[in-house]
């Protein structure tokens, strides 16, 4: 390789073979380039919860149609469908959770492919045969029973902000319309002491357990808590 007096001795062009070398050996310019053009401008939370466009729409859209409390005696689950409940639990070749998720699919209660939300509704089904094997309760108020705790949790379902205090509401006006009789919104299904009895039941095993419920029910980790106690 010629160098830059290798060049001046054996070439008359000088100022060829030097401009040569030198643009050969100047170095590459990058350029210039500011921190602020590779930095997207993240939204604080409070802001990213309410101004998202995704926010109007399902399932973070409040739906126009909410179900009020009635009667639901049969709508879900009737007095044969916990007398299958019971053969499977009996059966030995058959299984109870297996019955139980094929159930809550058949009944559309579930897709089939949400595993984690059909898991949660089969162990609250199992809880619901537990608490009332317990009580002696018969085929009528275990398929009454397993009825409203469904049809609570898909009202929980109906709207993604929906508050535990609705929940709440809509399940204690449901168990009243089955506890006291006072036709046609109403019909004794479980005695006074049965209904208090079971809204404990509700609140300790659905309503303090809310967040977690959320979160298999909708797969997605937005949670908002409301701290409801004033600073001094």
């Known amino acids: 390789m010629k160098t830059v007096s290798?060049?001046?001795?054996?070439?008359?062009?000088?100022?060829?073979?030097?401009?040569?070398?030198?643009?050969?050996?100047?170095?590459?310019?990058?350029?210039?380039?500011?921190?602020?053009?590779?930095?997207?401008?993240?939204?604080?939370?409070?802001?990213?919860?309410?101004?998202?466009?995704?926010?109007?729409?399902?399932?973070?859209?409040?739906?126009?149609?909410?179900?009020?409390?009635?009667?639901?005696?049969?709508?879900?689950?009737?007095?044969?469908?916990?007398?299958?409940?019971?053969l499977a639990d009996t059966d030995a070749d058959k299984s109870l959770e297996k019955h139980l998720g094929q159930f809550l699919v058949n009944k559309k209660i579930v897709p089939n492919d949400c595993l984690s939300e059909k898991a949660f509704l089969v162990s609250l089904l199992l809880e619901c045969i537990n608490y009332s094997a317990q009580r002696d309760f018969d085929a009528p108020k275990v398929a009454c029973l397993m009825t409203i705790y469904l049809t609570t949790h898909a009202y929980f379902r109906w709207y993604y902000w929906l508050p535990p205090t609705a929940v709440w509401k809509f399940f204690k006006e449901v168990m009243i319309r089955h506890t006291i009789e006072d036709s046609p919104d109403g019909q004794e299904v479980f005695e006074p002491e049965e209904c208090y009895d079971i809204l404990t039941h509700f609140h300790t095993m659905y309503l303090t357990n809310m967040p977690l419920i959320h979160i298999v029910t909708f797969n997605v980790h937005r949670l908002k808590l409301l701290w409801p106690f004033k600073p001094k």
């Not at 602020?36 to 149609?65: G, M, T």
Request: proline residues 7%; hydrophobic residues 35%.
């Open 6 to 86: 290798d060049a001046k001795s054996s070439n008359d062009d000088t100022g060829s073979n030097i401009d040569q070398v030198v643009i050969k050996s100047a170095s590459i310019g990058l350029p210039l380039t500011t921190s602020e053009n590779l930095l997207k401008v993240q939204i604080s939370a409070p802001s990213y919860l309410h101004s998202l466009k995704e926010n109007q729409a399902p399932p973070f859209k409040k739906p126009e149609k909410e179900e009020k409390p009635h009667l639901l005696i049969g709508t879900i689950v009737a007095e044969n469908d916990v007398i299958e409940m019971i």
